[in-house]
């Protein structure tokens, strides 16, 4: 039997932010980071709730990979205010709060059951419909996926009009995530039919539309298309699950604070070789098992079908690399210039085997050891 659940009301496309007003709701409790406040982008959502005399208050102390005491800060808040709906407009990592707090403040508290809001201004993590938030503990360099339903917010946003000034490095690293959350929900053990058409769509906008929305800021088709992608991508992974990909970059994120799309973009190639034991000096085999004729599947999304099997699975690695020489991000750790190789190679073991705790690994198409986990790292290097 299959199962696929659905909770938010998703609002897209061009002044999809007017259906705001008509939710049923008097005073919500705004929750954003410090750009989104300074930058004015935040006057979206606040300019129509002023013209339609609607109560708010604003929490703008969001963090980057939202640290505990930040969430812990933020419900404290949320007590104070009680509201009756929440809004979280901002990256992933203001979403992350906003969820987190609501279910924090529920757990706690007795009856805090009001609906969420998600606006996201960046297009690549999804938050906005999935029942994951990211939390860290920077003490202990660890990032904390937690997940539950509960976490799924109520209401998504998806207008254009707040993508338009991410800057082209955040739209390239976001925009890799989407595609890595798209391919990952696509391979993994916990696909459906319903997880695979959502994950194919994914891949083909991104395909299209990631490149032209990098290269011109003013192109919000694309940038429109790569927000809706992000959402759609958001959907596949929460029902089928992420895989390796994500489990090594959740380490590069907590032990060198890469951003999470740019660890998964630099792993992908690694990983696509991992998973489909097909590499520069592969021969064509009589067979391979039925996830690698999944990355043949995605080769065939993106236009890449070649002669056989291998040279498919070799033009789909060419083609994410040739991605990330379009998108202008660094190939290995050793380009980014921010750690010595000993120092590099010295954390190796210590990510693997964390990488091998997350959670994203149990969905992953192939069993992957440490051993196997240290050796991506190193090949990254
Ligand atoms: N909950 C989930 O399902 C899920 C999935 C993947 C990742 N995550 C988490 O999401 C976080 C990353 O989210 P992110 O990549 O969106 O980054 P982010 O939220 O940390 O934002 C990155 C930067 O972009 C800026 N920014 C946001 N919107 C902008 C805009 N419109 N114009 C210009 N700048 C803008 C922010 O101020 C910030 O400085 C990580 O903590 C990751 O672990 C969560
Ligand atoms: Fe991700």
Redesign the pocket.
Same mark, same amino acid.
């Given at each position: 039997m299959g199962s696929f659940r659905l909770k938010t009301q998703i609002f897209f496309g061009e002044k999809s932010l007017d259906e705001l007003i008509n939710l049923d709701y008097n005073n919500f409790f705004i929750i954003s980071?410090?750009?989104?406040v300074t =930058?004015n982008?935040i006057s979206h959502v606040t300019d129509r709730l002023d013209a339609n005399g609607k109560k708010y208050t604003i929490f703008d102390d969001?963090k *980057?990979?939202?640290p505990i005491q930040n969430v812990a800060n933020c419900v404290a808040k949320i007590r104070e205010i009680s509201p009756d709906a929440l809004i979280c407009i901002?990256?992933?990592? +203001?979403?992350?709060t906003g969820?987190a707090a609501k279910y924090l403040a529920k757990k706690d508290g007795a009856d805090f059951n009001v609906p969420l809001i998600a606006i996201?201004?960046?297009s690549?993590?999804? =938050?906005e419909v999935? =029942?994951? +938030?990211?939390i860290?503990d920077p003490e202990n360099h660890t990032?904390i *996926?937690v997940r539950t339903y509960e976490?799924v917010p109520e209401f998504a946003i998806l207008d254009a009009v707040?993508?338009?000034?991410? *800057?082209p490095k955040?739209v390239a690293?976001?925009g890799m995530?989407v595609l890595t959350?798209a391919m990952e929900s696509y391979v993994s053990v916990s696909a459906n039919e319903i997880s695979e058409a959502l994950s194919e769509k994914a891949i083909q906008i991104v395909g299209q539309y990631l490149v032209r929305s990098y290269k011109n800021s003013e192109d919000s088709h694309a940038r429109q298309k790569m927000h809706t992608a992000s959402t759609i991508a958001?959907v596949a992974?929460?029902a089928a699950g992420l895989g390796v990909n994500?489990a090594l970059a959740?380490q590069l994120?907590a032990w060198l604070h890469i *951003?999470?799309?740019r660890a998964n973009a630099i792993l992908l190639p690694h990983v696509i070789e991992f998973n489909t034991g097909i590499d520069i000096t592969s021969c064509s085999r009589p067979s391979y098992p039925y996830h690698v004729e999944r990355y043949e599947n995605i080769a065939r999304i993106l236009g890449l079908q070649n002669l056989n099997t291998v040279t498919t699975i070799r033009s789909l690695v060419n083609w994410v690399q040739f991605m990330l020489q379009e998108l202008e991000i660094p190939t290995s750790i050793s380009a980014m210039g921010i750690i010595s190789k000993e120092e590099y190679l010295a954390m190796v073991p210590v990510m693997a085997q964390a990488a091998l705790k997350d959670s994203c690994l149990e969905t992953n198409p192939k069993l992957a050891d440490e051993i196997d986990l240290s050796n991506i790292y190193e090949k990254i290097w």
């Amino acid at each position: 039997m299959g199962s696929f659940r659905l909770k938010t009301q998703i609002f897209f496309g061009e002044k999809s932010l007017d259906e705001l007003i008509n939710l049923d709701y008097n005073n919500f409790f705004i929750i954003s980071d410090p750009f989104v406040v300074t =930058s004015n982008l935040i006057s979206h959502v606040t300019d129509r709730l002023d013209a339609n005399g609607k109560k708010y208050t604003i929490f703008d102390d969001v963090k *980057p990979d939202p640290p505990i005491q930040n969430v812990a800060n933020c419900v404290a808040k949320i007590r104070e205010i009680s509201p009756d709906a929440l809004i979280c407009i901002g990256g992933g990592s +203001a979403l992350d709060t906003g969820k987190a707090a609501k279910y924090l403040a529920k757990k706690d508290g007795a009856d805090f059951n009001v609906p969420l809001i998600a606006i996201p201004t960046t297009s690549g993590t999804g =938050s906005e419909v999935t =029942s994951f +938030a990211v939390i860290s503990d920077p003490e202990n360099h660890t990032k904390i *996926p937690v997940r539950t339903y509960e976490l799924v917010p109520e209401f998504a946003i998806l207008d254009a009009v707040l993508v338009k000034s991410v *800057p082209p490095k955040v739209v390239a690293d976001t925009g890799m995530d989407v595609l890595t959350h798209a391919m990952e929900s696509y391979v993994s053990v916990s696909a459906n039919e319903i997880s695979e058409a959502l994950s194919e769509k994914a891949i083909q906008i991104v395909g299209q539309y990631l490149v032209r929305s990098y290269k011109n800021s003013e192109d919000s088709h694309a940038r429109q298309k790569m927000h809706t992608a992000s959402t759609i991508a958001g959907v596949a992974f929460d029902a089928a699950g992420l895989g390796v990909n994500h489990a090594l970059a959740h380490q590069l994120g907590a032990w060198l604070h890469i *951003p999470h799309g740019r660890a998964n973009a630099i792993l992908l190639p690694h990983v696509i070789e991992f998973n489909t034991g097909i590499d520069i000096t592969s021969c064509s085999r009589p067979s391979y098992p039925y996830h690698v004729e999944r990355y043949e599947n995605i080769a065939r999304i993106l236009g890449l079908q070649n002669l056989n099997t291998v040279t498919t699975i070799r033009s789909l690695v060419n083609w994410v690399q040739f991605m990330l020489q379009e998108l202008e991000i660094p190939t290995s750790i050793s380009a980014m210039g921010i750690i010595s190789k000993e120092e590099y190679l010295a954390m190796v073991p210590v990510m693997a085997q964390a990488a091998l705790k997350d959670s994203c690994l149990e969905t992953n198409p192939k069993l992957a050891d440490e051993i196997d986990l240290s050796n991506i790292y190193e090949k990254i290097w």
